[in-house]
């Protein structure tokens, strides 16, 4: 028996409790309505309470005043819960609810010792989010829920102090949870006693980025109450954020920024410069933008460590395009979850860092208010007899899967040979071949380059026969040599060659306006309807790849090369899910340094590569491809 099986409650059984989860519902007491096995509408998102409570986070004092940290959560309930009504929760943590600071990234050219060189860094430029400016309210509040935004510790209201992912930022929403349980103290903005006589405890949590980082975080702590979580485009270690394989990284598009920089993003509360300064200092200090390896620091923040405490179901979506959050941050969370047999569902699509419900609104919140009625009201939606894994192998063209990778998916080794090519075949023999580093050119650049180029080493296949998909994570192995150079960097990109329309990124309004929840002044509860924008071009970076050679053995120990000496590197890229096209090539071109991810060492690291000694290893899917 599935573990999840055991937990759904009958129908008939609903319709005659008060879904607080114990008695029968006395004829005064208001009750959720519920039709084709789903919650409906019924309750008013106008006539909503809205309160605001400060719960204090027990054992953490972040900030070292003495007193227990405290965060400020804002509620939204349906008023009939004044009158006996009991509604779960959807939470949803942020650090970003008051906005963030102007704090400068690190500048990424580096010497030869890797210590920075002057620049103007740019300035750190994260989105935030408002409070109820959303589709929760609109939507899940008429259906029964209560919605709780957390202010995340040292930011806007709360106390504390912000560090960007470790076990302290954990507690605040986790305190929350236990407030709703009875478990935590909370108070009024007077310093009143509050409980949370309206909750059942039962919670769910969402969000996106950071926010989506947060649920993978209290889900790790095991914590009673949180019963499902919904991570998108969420942060399974911190090390894999801004750092690859031993190698210094930067989530794309924010080249520069690391932990202490996040954190002095984020520190909005009232004098957190006085009061955090220290700690951001010590941020700066230990998080070592020299070496890149895996620290202590590190190990706080990787909450694959805690895996086996996660007790609540998880929803997982992810962008294949997305290289802030990286794919490999989902793709680890989603492997140990099914180790553990966690009940869990993904959805993987082909944005970059987006909200899946700027993409397909109306599948979303379908498949989202089944999520939440089985796990929070105990109503047998049917989503869990739903296939596992949404995947959208085309902009729009979406599929359904048993689970992720694809089932059939077997590894199929290519080998580099003479003339630039790519076969399924090694060729021992094939001549030794050199680039030169630079940190001019961009990776695309690099790609773009027609016949031999000085700075990077391509093999492509012929055209291929058929259509080829991919769907795991695919590996690289380089038998080379540095030297003449300080660059410890080796990339390697996965290319598919051929002219094509695909996703450039962009979302596209269709003309037509959804309305999915009721509006109030201000908020319409209606949204324009998105598709993803494409363009037509002659190839696209599928994946990418990152290693420190320094450290070839292990992320957390770095070892010195002889220049000149031949080693055998082996590195992961990033997971992905991608068919290659009949007629297109398949191609693995190899770098130093990519220009927007990595550090910028003096150009003149001279990298040989013996083809014949190398490899590329891809999860291909076997049979049924869609």
């Known amino acids: 028996m599935q573990p999840w099986k055991v937990l759904a409650v009958p129908l008939a059984a609903l319709l005659v409790v008060s879904l607080s989860g114990a008695t029968p519902a006395s004829a005064d007491t208001p009750t959720i309505k519920i039709e084709n096995n789903a919650t409906q509408p019924v309750f008013s998102r106008a006539d909503a309470i809205k309160q605001t409570v400060f719960v204090e986070v027990e054992g953490t004092d972040s900030d070292n005043d003495g007193k227990p940290d405290r965060v400020a959560v804002d509620i939204l309930r349906p008023k009939e819960t004044d009158a006996g009504l009991k509604v779960p929760v959807i939470m949803e943590a942020s650090p970003y609810y008051a906005g963030g600071n102007d704090v400068a990234n690190h500048p990424v050219d580096v010497d030869a010792s890797g210590n920075p060189l002057p620049a103007l860094a740019a300035a750190a430029n994260k989105l935030a989010a408002e409070p109820f400016d959303g589709y929760y309210d609109n939507y899940f509040l008429p259906r029964g829920y209560a919605i709780a935004l957390v202010e ?12 960007s992912g470790d076990r302290n930022e954990t507690a605040g929403p986790k305190a929350a949870i236990d407030w709703l349980n009875g478990r935590a103290k909370g108070f009024d903005a007077d310093g ?25 975080a209290v889900a790790s702590t095991g914590v009673e109450g949180l019963k499902t979580i919904v991570p998108i485009a969420s942060i399974s270690s911190w090390y894999d954020y801004y750092r690859a394989n031993g190698g210094v990284l930067a989530p794309g598009g924010f080249q520069g920024e ?67 959050v990286k794919t490999k941050q989902f793709a680890q969370w989603w492997y140990a979850l099914a180790k553990r047999h966690v009940p869990r569902k993904i959805w993987l699509h082909q944005g970059t860092h987006m909200n899946p419900f700027n993409l397909r609104t109306v599948e979303w919140l379908r498949q989202l208010n089944g999520w939440f009625d089985y796990w929070l009201y105990g109503i ?32 199929v080794p290519l080998y580099p040979g003479p003339g630039s090519t790519l076969g399924l075949l090694p060729r021992p023999r094939t001549a030794a071949e050199s680039f ?24 492509t296949t012929g055209a291929l026969p058929a259509d080829v998909r991919i769907s795991g994570t695919p590996t690289v192995s380089v038998r080379a ?42 908020d319409t509860g209606c949204t324009v309807l998105r598709t993803l ?11 990418r790849g990152w290693l420190d050679v320094r450290n070839r053995h292990r992320p957390d120990r770095t070892e010195p090369l002889r220049p000149g000496k031949e080693y055998t590197f082996n ?24 220009f927007d991810y990595t550090l910028r060492y003096p150009p003149g690291t001279k990298i040989t590569v013996s083809p014949g000694h190398s490899s590329l290893r891809l999860p291909v899917v076997l049979g049924k491809l869609l």
């Open 258 to 324: 690391d932990l202490d920089v996040l954190a002095k993003y984020v520190l909005t509360r009232q004098d957190g410069q006085a009061v955090c300064g220290a700690l951001m200092d010590r941020l700066t200090a230990t998080q070592d933008r020299i070496t890149g390896d895996y620290s202590p620091l590190w190990d706080a923040r990787n909450y694959l460590n805690d895996v086996g405490k996660v007790k609540a179901s998880v929803f997982l979506v992810h962008g294949l395009n997305d290289w802030n």
């Open 436 to 459: 030169v580093d630079q940190k001019a050119r961009t990776a695309e650049q690099l790609v773009e380059s027609a016949g031999a180029d000085p700075n990077r080493l391509a093999y």
């Open 152 to 163: 995340n510790l040292g930011s806007g209201r709360a106390t504390g102090c912000p560090t």
């Open 192 to 216: 009143n006693a509050v409980a949370a006589t309206w909750s059942t405890g039962k919670v769910g949590m969402i969000g996106v980025s950071y926010n989506g980082t947060l649920p993978n």
């Open 380 to 411: 047998d939606s049917g989503i869990m007899r739903e296939p596992q894994a949404d995947v959208e192998y085309a902009a729009g063209q979406w599929a359904q899967h048993p689970s992720w990778p694809l089932p059939g998916s077997v590894t």
């Open 533 to 543: 924008g494409t363009a037509t071009t002659p190839y696209k970076i599928v994946t």
């Open 481 to 522: 040599s540095l030297k003449d150079g300080a660059s410890p960097y080796l990339t390697a990109l996965l290319v598919d060659y051929g002219t094509d329309v695909r996703p450039n990124g962009t979302l596209l309004s269709t003309g037509q306006t959804y309305c999915y929840g009721q509006g109030i002044p201000g």
């Open 571 to 594: 590195w992961d890229f990033q997971p992905t899910d991608y068919v290659f096209k009949q007629g297109h090539r398949l191609g693995l071109v190899i770098i130093s340094t990519d």
